[in-house]
């Protein structure tokens, strides 16, 4: 069936009480049973059922579903937040004198953590580009696994997911692909080779920007060397799904990173309009970003504009779209800041995928922990502004956008 429909019904939990529609939120901490042999069968896996909801709740369990379907995954869970997913995704199978190999053009926050990983003796190795090339000059036996983003935020580049796949797989190692930017309505890396995906399910799969979320889907297709990846080989008698036990049973549950029951519902209803709200945000994204590259006094980036060295990617990898982010160089600090404090629709906030348009300076918010060569490598500079468009008339956008840089461009001309 087509994503639309899939988003509605597949995966979908049909065993509620009175009939609803949608799985109610159950905002327990524990679950009763009538005897005690029951619930020691629960704990133990030898019966379905819920016990804790640190370690499982039906309605964190229909997000998880429903999200791994659409992203055609093996098994999902879910998290309290998007680095967390990032977090748990890598330690779930990596150990101390492990490396990384990443993208340099990353999300702030993302950097920061991998700084982090630093002091477990994980160490990662930034890649000016993901070519399979550039990754060979790094490479090494302590490589065991690539990490990058669909589009990169907020650099907007875009990889390609099936030539990364190959090369990793190539060295037995995994892909893992941070897929927030894209979403499943664009892309879906697993069907591209792609062997965990990660979602900070707070931006477009939420969409109104009242939960903060993340998960992890596994695909189930790569073939673990238990020897290679020692982490896992308590879990290998789970064969295909080795990497989602360890992380269900083990990882996510002990370290306690679970996603709250209301904010699993409030991601279900932002999934069943997913589609509808990417196809709308990407329409306005591109109109936005085309007429702002005719006017003077900025430059634009976004993948489908002519030129762009993504544009051809996008439009096979992507199904034609180029997402929902665009950035502008202002020139300086301060008109950026002036253009962004002119804007009358548009939002200042540091979020991502809302229906909403939102602006932000990144350089001193989103980057204020980077160095300015991490700032630089991400496609942030002095006079950056990225913009989330949301879903409000294109028409209306342009005419903001065109009126706040006119503003500060005559500031700057007096």
Same mark, same amino acid.
């Given at each position: 069936?087509?994503?639309?429909?899939?988003?509605?019904?597949?995966?979908?939990?049909?065993?509620?009480?009175?009939?609803?529609?949608?799985?109610?939120?159950?905002?327990?901490?524990?679950?009763?049973?009538?005897?005690?042999?029951?619930?020691?069968?629960?704990?133990?896996?030898?019966?379905?059922?819920?016990?804790?909801?640190?370690?499982?709740?039906?309605?964190?369990?229909?997000?998880?579903?429903?999200?791994?379907? +659409?992203?055609?995954?093996?098994?999902?869970?879910?998290?309290?937040?998007?680095?967390?997913?990032?977090?748990?995704?890598?330690?779930?199978?990596?150990?101390?004198?492990?490396?990384?190999?990443?993208?340099?053009?990353?999300?702030?926050?993302?950097?920061?953590?991998?700084?982090?990983?630093?002091?477990?003796?994980?160490?990662? +190795?930034?890649?000016?580009?993901?070519?399979?090339?550039?990754?060979?000059?790094?490479?090494?036996?302590?490589?065991?696994?690539?990490?990058?983003?669909?589009?990169?935020?907020?650099?907007?580049?875009?990889?390609?997911?099936?030539?990364?796949?190959?090369?990793?797989?190539?060295?037995?190692?995994?892909?893992?692909?941070?897929?927030?930017?894209?979403?499943?309505?664009?892309?879906?890396?697993?069907?591209?080779?792609?062997?965990?995906?990660?979602?900070?399910?707070?931006?477009?799969?939420?969409?109104?920007?009242?939960?903060?979320?993340?998960?992890?889907?596994?695909?189930?297709?790569?073939?673990?060397?238990?020897?290679?990846?020692?982490?896992?080989?308590?879990?290998?008698?789970?064969?295909?799904?080795?990497?989602?036990?360890?992380?269900?049973?083990?990882?996510?549950?002990?370290?306690?990173?679970?996603?709250?029951?209301?904010?699993?519902?409030?991601?279900?209803?932002?999934?069943?309009?997913?589609?509808?709200?990417?196809?709308?945000?990407?329409?306005?994204?591109?109109?936005?970003?085309?007429?702002?590259?005719?006017?003077?006094?900025?430059?634009?980036?976004?993948?489908?504009?002519?030129?762009?060295?993504?544009?051809?990617?996008?439009?096979?990898?992507?199904?034609?779209? *180029?997402?929902?982010?665009?950035?502008?160089?202002? *020139?300086?600090?301060?008109?950026?800041?002036?253009?962004?404090?002119?804007?009358?629709?548009? +939002?200042?906030?540091?979020?991502?995928?809302?229906?909403?348009?939102?602006?932000?300076?990144?350089?001193?918010?989103?980057?204020?922990?980077?160095?300015?060569?991490?700032?630089?490598?991400?496609?942030?500079?002095?006079?950056?502004?990225?913009?989330?468009?949301?879903?409000?008339?294109?028409?209306?956008?342009?005419?903001?956008?065109?009126?706040?840089?006119?503003?500060?461009?005559?500031?700057?001309?007096?």
């Amino acid at each position: 069936m087509g994503f639309n429909t899939d988003a509605l019904h597949k995966g979908v939990i049909k065993d509620h009480a009175f009939g609803a529609t949608i799985t109610p939120i159950y905002q327990v901490s524990a679950f009763a049973y009538d005897t005690m042999e029951s619930l020691e069968k629960v704990f133990s896996g030898r019966a379905g059922g819920f016990a804790y909801t640190r370690i499982g709740n039906p309605t964190v369990s229909s997000f998880e579903q429903r999200i791994n379907s +659409l992203e055609h995954g093996n098994g999902a869970v879910a998290t309290a937040s998007g680095m967390f997913a990032i977090t748990i995704a890598l330690l779930n199978f990596l150990s101390s004198g492990d490396e990384i190999i990443s993208s340099a053009g990353l999300y702030g926050g993302t950097i920061q953590l991998f700084s982090i990983l630093k002091q477990f003796g994980i160490k990662v +190795l930034y890649a000016s580009e993901l070519t399979p090339a550039a990754l060979d000059k790094l490479y090494n036996p302590n490589v065991k696994a690539i990490f990058a983003e669909t589009i990169s935020n907020p650099s907007l580049e875009i990889i390609n997911i099936r030539e990364l796949a190959d090369y990793a797989h190539s060295k037995q190692i995994p892909l893992l692909v941070d897929n927030t930017t894209a979403t499943p309505y664009l892309v879906n890396p697993i069907d591209l080779g792609c062997d965990v995906v990660i979602h900070s399910s707070s931006k477009y799969i939420n969409g109104s920007a009242d939960s903060i979320s993340g998960v992890v889907i596994d695909s189930g297709k790569f073939k673990w060397d238990y020897e290679k990846f020692p982490a896992l080989a308590a879990y290998k008698v789970f064969g295909n799904y080795s990497y989602i036990a360890r992380l269900r049973k083990d990882s996510w549950a002990s370290m306690g990173g679970c996603l709250a029951p209301l904010n699993a519902y409030l991601n279900i209803i932002g999934l069943e309009t997913l589609g509808l709200r990417m196809e709308k945000i990407c329409s306005n994204a591109r109109k936005l970003a085309e007429a702002l590259s005719r006017l003077k006094g900025i430059k634009v980036n976004y993948p489908l504009l002519e030129g762009n060295k993504y544009k051809a990617l996008a439009e096979e990898e992507l199904k034609g779209f *180029g997402g929902g982010i665009l950035t502008l160089r202002a *020139g300086s600090k301060e008109k950026a800041f002036k253009i962004i404090n002119s804007l009358k629709t548009c +939002l200042v906030a540091s979020n991502i995928g809302d229906v909403r348009t939102l602006a932000i300076y990144p350089a001193s918010t989103l980057y204020l922990h980077n160095t300015v060569e991490e700032m630089n490598a991400a496609g942030v500079f002095d006079d950056t502004i990225r913009v989330s468009v949301g879903i409000e008339d294109a028409e209306d956008l342009i005419k903001d956008f065109e009126s706040a840089i006119k503003v500060a461009n005559e500031e700057q001309e007096n």
